[in-house]
């Protein structure tokens, strides 16, 4: 079956050119391009000029020109946006009763798109803090109850939502010969991610304690976090995810975190890290950091977050949006998300 996936991608910064590869939509925006590839599904990424797929035989990108100004909600770039986004969808949609999804990855900034109503839309990924189409893909059970309790209209179609985890590339973050005996904190310098928690806790170790906020990618990134005694993750508010924890575990290091928001669903307790509430729990976590089995984190972090694992999910999960969106939503037959091939996708 011919099936087509429409991407609605950043509007601010092109996909696959250096020099952004710390803005996490974006990276999002690249991840999913790989789950299209990985299943084998034709895509259209509308991006700005200049974007580029990944490597694979499945994708082309509608170019919507250069962004004028950094997007914000209801700005001139905003309504300008959206126009050229509806003009492309025009053009491209087919709205043939054939298989077909719109994959809304910026969230409000695509909430006026215009879609024939056969079409499902939907959000993948979605690890922000609003959400605007009727069926939502979340990064973690976590940040599912954030929207849930943050947006109450969810409630007529939660039916239709499902969790699937981020993911990485393996190759990209291999393990250390030979780890280090220092600490890492890698994000922003914020209160809310735990900065002073992370530097309280690497001053108690007595350790030394690297500090990086911004400018730290591939190779240079994977040795950082591949060479460290432990990655220290204090976050203070509700993370919906946390890719820097599983980029640290498929390097095979223990990660360091609080026990709320996505952690207790990523660091399984004494075995990719510890989840800590008190100051004497940070110091313990560190003190036993060595003793964890640093292959075994990494088989877990393969187990669970590559492209090979997540893409499957996604597999079922666009049949079952298609099925309930086309046939009876709720009530519709062939509504499953569990034990399904997409064979059509393959």
Request: glycine residues 8%; negative net charge; proline residues 7%.
């Amino acid at each position: 079956m011919n099936c087509k996936l429409h991407i609605l991608g950043h509007p601010d910064f092109p996909l696959g050119v250096p020099g952004h590869s710390e803005d996490s939509q974006l990276f999002n925006c690249w991840n999913f391009c790989q789950v299209a590839e990985a299943l084998g599904i034709p895509y259209l990424y509308y991006g700005v000029d200049g974007s580029k797929c990944p490597p694979g035989n499945c994708g082309s990108v509608v170019e919507l020109g250069l962004s004028p100004e950094r997007w914000a909600f209801r700005s001139a770039w905003h309504f300008d946006y959206t126009k050229r986004l509806n003009d492309a969808l025009r053009a491209h949609l087919r709205d043939n009763g054939e298989p077909e999804w719109v994959a809304s990855i910026y969230g409000v900034a695509q909430c006026d798109v215009e879609v024939p109503k056969g079409i499902p839309v939907f959000e993948p990924m979605l690890g922000y803090g609003t959400c605007w189409t009727h069926y939502r893909v979340f990064p973690s059970y976590a940040q599912q109850q954030v929207i849930y309790t943050r947006q109450a209209e969810t409630r007529k179609d939660r039916y239709f939502d499902t969790v699937i985890p981020h993911f990485i590339n393996p190759a990209d973050y291999p393990m250390a010969e030979k780890p280090g005996d220092y600490l890492v904190y890698l994000g922003r310098a914020a209160e809310d991610k735990g900065i002073t928690l992370a530097r309280e806790t690497a001053a108690t170790a007595g350790l030394e304690f690297r500090e990086v906020h911004r400018g730290c990618a591939g190779e240079e990134k994977a040795k950082l976090l591949g060479e460290a005694r432990a990655v220290l993750m204090p976050t203070l508010y509700l993370e919906p995810f946390g890719y820097v924890a599983i980029e640290a575990m498929m390097c095979g290091t223990p990660v360091i975190t609080t026990d709320w928001g996505a952690f207790p669903e990523i660091i399984r307790e004494g075995v990719d890290g510890f989840r800590c509430r008190t100051a004497a729990e940070f110091a313990d976590a560190v003190k036993l950091a060595p003793s964890l089995d640093r292959q075994r984190i990494r088989a877990g972090a393969l187990e669970r977050y590559t492209v090979q694992v997540v893409a499957p999910a996604y597999g079922r999960y666009f049949d079952f949006i298609w099925n309930a969106h086309r046939y009876g939503g709720y009530y519709a037959p062939d509504t499953s998300r569990k034990h399904k091939n997409a064979e059509h996708h393959s």
